[in-house]
């Protein structure tokens, strides 16, 4: 079994500020961890993934998250906060079930960035 | 290429009524999903589809029924509708390879209301 825990259900931060959107998972196996993010009124994007490769991982506009097995952690970052950047975030972990591979989301986290 | 599409983007159903959620992708992708969010809450898998003419049940199936008649299209049905339906849906594809398993791309969404 799978689950995903976001700890906050709302992050306010300033324009230019760090952000920290934190998630912890569990998982029976190595698992595969995502970020995506959903603009108001749309799809979700996929922000970044980690697939066993290296523990720091990139992803678009600024983002990135590191893996720590030790912490069962996930926690997304950016240096400074961008207006853009409002929205809601959901971290994700993978697994293989039945036939396909399936997404386990959490609950999510709503970022606000204030001027 | 469109992506995922998704249509109506709106609809209200009166309990009871019956209506087809319609999905379809031009990536050539081999995975679908369906996908239900409720507010404050993570996406749940309702039912997910490897290829043309197979199916399996996700995380919440009851109430709807699905079915693949071509790697393109993935309509999802439901057929007495009921308040607990008023949801938002979203369909996801995603390609076969393992290297980019649990990476899905999103449509913009359904937004359902049963009263």
């Known amino acids: 079994a799978q689950s995903v825990t976001q700890l906050d259900s709302h992050v306010s931060v300033s324009e230019g500020t760090p952000v920290l959107l934190r998630c912890n998972y569990s998982s029976s196996y190595s698992p595969s961890l995502f970020w995506y993010v959903q603009h108001p009124n749309k799809g979700l994007q996929l922000l970044l993934k980690?697939?066993?490769?290296?523990?720091l991982v990139k992803g678009i506009n600024g983002f990135e998250a590191e893996f720590k097995k030790s912490e069962t952690s996930f926690h997304l970052t950016k240096p400074s906060a961008h207006m853009s950047d409002a929205a809601e975030y959901f971290c994700v972990v993978s697994a293989l079930s039945g036939s396909a591979r399936q997404l386990t989301f959490g609950s999510g986290t709503q970022l606000t960035v204030l001027p | 290429n469109a992506g995922v599409t998704q249509t109506p983007k709106f609809r209200i159903l009166k309990i009871g009524q019956s209506m087809t959620l319609q999905c379809a992708q031009d990536m050539n992708h081999n995975y679908m999903y369906w996908y239900r969010q409720d507010p404050g809450m993570g996406l749940k898998l309702i039912y997910y589809?490897?290829?043309?003419?197979?199916?399996d049940k996700g995380e919440v199936p009851n109430g709807y029924n699905v079915s693949r008649s071509t790697t393109e299209d993935f309509p999802l049905r439901l057929e007495l509708a009921a308040p607990s339906q008023t949801s938002v849906y979203f369909c996801a594809s995603s390609p076969l390879s393992t290297a980019r398993a649990g990476e899905q791309y999103f449509g913009p969404g359904t937004r359902l209301t049963v009263t």
């Open positions: 980690y697939t066993s490769a290296a523990t």
């Open positions: 589809s490897v290829g043309a003419g197979i199916t």
